[in-house]
Nanobody, 122 residues
Framework: QVQLVESGGGLTQTGGSLSLSCAVSGTIFASHAMAWYRRAPGKQRELVAGITSGGKTTYAGSAKGRFTISRDNAKSTVYLQMNDLKPEDTGVYYC????????????????WGQGTQVTVSA
């Protein structure tokens, strides 16, 4: 059974930085793609950043240039470094695990952690 445990959220001001972590257990971490999603208040969950098992990264337009996703296979952990934070980055951040099929990734809609709250004040 896959378990995802997010941590590292908090409160910061506009322009601040936060670093999120997600520890994964119950699966072979190194063979899966990983992603960070955000659920902003009143909105649906959206993909913020993803990283393949090979280290290829992708970002939502709002995250490009400010966020960096990375992974440590030895620790079965995925990270999200967030810089130059803005109030619109506020939300609950979740990590997700995906299966790779060639260049495509299918994310697991059934397995989510508890999330970690990020709040950016103006």
């Amino acid at each position: 059974q896959v378990q995802l445990v997010e941590s590292g959220g908090g409160l910061t001001q506009t322009g601040g930085s936060l670093s999120l972590s997600c520890a994964v257990s119950g699966t072979i971490f190194a063979s899966h793609a990983m992603a960070w999603y955000r659920r902003a208040p009143g909105k649906q969950r959206e993909l913020v950043a993803g990283i393949t098992s090979g280290g290829k990264t992708t970002y939502a337009g709002s995250a490009k240039g400010r966020f960096t996703i990375s992974r440590d296979n030895a620790k079965s952990t995925v990270y999200l470094q967030m810089n130059d934070l803005k109030p619109e980055d506020t939300g609950v951040y979740y990590c997700n695990i995906g299966r790779e099929f060639g260049s495509a990734v299918v994310w697991n809609d059934d397995t989510w952690g508890q999330g970690t709250q990020v709040t950016v004040s103006a």
